[in-house]
């Protein structure tokens, strides 16, 4: 009986070796958007969208962002998650290991329109660099495997809120800016039903947009401000909490670089 779950367990194993493998290969030769991408874009968001013209503008802009990592990919495709709104203005880090950076099929349209535009304030363009500068951020931050209930919602939390620094440090803007920004291009859609469940909500895994924005007065991950989300999210462990701090507290002076 055991020999048959061990050879059951190595074979799930290799099957999700090669899932992984398989992924990984076909991403290397990626191109900016996927086919999916386009085809929702077209049929849900702006029959007119021209793939040539959106990779031209995309790639101008991504020049100008002087903290993207060259080996970096920025990949606009579905989330994996299919249920998720792709015609929201989200991003996610892909597979650990990997320098893909996903952005949904939305972010693609809400950019080519930006392209079109004769005068604007910019608040898409400074938005879209501090996305990417705080999905850069999660990239050199460890994921936590064993963690459940309460303690994995708090490190989702800190990890959050101290990405949202890193974005604000790596795309040179102010946390005012940011601010603006995402009140503009994406809480006037989205912020409304977000805004409505507060804070109260404590086992979401990531904290409200109204959370965030708060704790960016703190200007960097304090002692005080990982203290506060601990507390937050219900952590009476002082061991853990100690840990916490160790992890997240921002060293103060940390370098600044601007976006083009
Ligand atoms: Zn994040």
């Not at 049929?43 to 031209?56: G, N």
């Not at 102010?174 to 977000?194: H, M, W």
């Not at 804070?199 to 200007?219: G, S």
Request: aromatic share 10%; with cysteine.
């Amino acid at each position: 009986m055991r020999d048959i779950v061990m050879i059951l367990l190595i074979l799930i194993l290799i099957a999700l070796l090669c899932i992984y493998l398989h992924i990984s290969l076909s991403w290397h030769s990626i191109d900016i958007i996927s086919l999916d991408a386009e085809e929702f874009i077209r049929k849900e968001l702006d029959p007119a969208f021209d793939t040539e013209r959106f990779r031209i503008y995309i790639n101008k802009l991504l020049k100008r962002i002087d903290f993207l990592d060259e080996n970096s990919v920025i990949f606009f495709t579905p989330f994996y998650d299919r249920k998720k709104n792709q015609s929201s203005l989200n991003a996610h880090t892909g597979l650990p290991g990997q320098k893909v950076i996903i952005f949904t099929p939305g972010w693609a349209a809400r950019l080519y329109r930006e392209s079109f535009a004769e005068k604007s304030d910019g608040a898409i363009i400074d938005l879209f660099a501090f996305v990417l500068g705080h999905e850069m951020t999660h990239k050199e931050q460890r994921r936590p495997i064993f963690l459940f209930g309460r303690k994995r919602t708090c490190v989702g939390w800190l990890r959050e809120i101290s990405s949202d620094f890193g974005g604000i440090r790596k795309s040179g803007l102010s946390a005012k800016r940011v601010k603006f920004c995402l009140e503009k291009e994406i809480l006037d859609i989205e912020g409304r039903r977000q805004r409505r469940y507060g804070t109260k909500t404590m086992l979401r895994p990531h904290p409200t947009w109204e959370y965030r924005m708060k704790c960016w007065k703190a200007k960097r991950m304090t002692k005080e401000l990982v203290e506060q989300i601990c507390r937050d999210c219900g952590i009476t462990d002082r061991r853990f909490l100690e840990k916490m701090k160790r992890i997240y507290v921002d060293k103060p002076g940390a370098p600044m670089k601007k976006a083009g």
